[in-house]
């Protein structure tokens, strides 16, 4: 376990994909200008009603901007990390990752609901799972994340020199806060530094990616069943 830990979120694999001086200088001006841009979208879309249907407009856009935000930014590497003798595309590890992350904050909300400051912090968050469509949800949830980790853990790492996973998951938190809502805010300090040491050790987002997805789906899944 500790060997499978260590290759996933400490080793980094060998690679070269540092930018020149003007790259770097302009995917940091294009992630400036995008982190401020999603933060404005964020918060607008989770301040809408429930069952308001601009919600999914919001939310997509919220994707489109990320998106378009990491691909202007330069290249995204998929990236990879040890197995046995050779390196290989992360997909099992981040998927394990993933729903143990869920399994923790599954754990921890069973604690949360008996506090009532923070179970209102979730259930104004479920609000819009009890109002939707959940295939729809499933849909915006698995986007976003895709989106989210292209953004920050593509684009937004690459473009900070010194302590990238520090400096992204606080961009991440400070994005997140657009909402409001302090339990989506602690969400996103865990998820963000499990996701940046994974982009760290693998040099690429795939492995973010899924950490993110199957993390998301999860609890999209799992928590209305608990705050019911």
């Known amino acids: 376990m500790r060997v499978w830990l260590r290759r996933a979120l400490w080793d980094v694999v060998p690679r070269d994909q540092r930018d020149t001086l003007a790259a770097l200088r302009r995917r940091q001006i294009v992630t400036v200008a ?26 997509f856009s919220l994707a489109i901007v990320w998106t378009v935000g990491a691909f202007a930014s330069g290249r995204i590497h998929l990236g990879r990390i040890a197995f046995r003798d050779r390196l290989t ?14 399994g923790v904050f599954i754990l921890g909300a069973l604690v949360v609901r008996e506090i009532p400051v923070l179970s209102d912090q979730v259930a104004s968050i479920l609000d819009f799972a009890d109002e939707g469509s959940v295939p729809l949800l499933m849909l915006i949830t698995a986007v976003n994340g895709v989106a989210e980790e292209l953004f920050f853990r593509g684009a937004a790492y690459a473009a900070i020199p010194r302590h990238p996973v520090l400096w992204t998951t606080a961009a991440y938190v400070v994005a997140t806060l657009a909402t409001g809502n302090v339990m989506l805010a602690f969400a996103a300090v865990l998820l963000g530094t499990l996701c940046g040491l994974q982009r760290r050790a693998s040099g690429g987002i795939l492995g973010p990616v899924l950490t993110h997805v199957s993390w998301s789906l999860t609890m999209l899944l799992v928590l209305p069943l608990l705050f019911a």
């Open 34 to 59: 995008f982190v401020a841009i999603g933060a404005l979208v964020l918060g607008w879309s989770v301040r809408l009603k429930p069952g308001d249907d601009l919600f999914y407009l919001g939310t």
């Open 89 to 102: 595309r992360p997909i099992l590890t981040p998927l394990a990752l993933g729903f143990g992350l869920a």
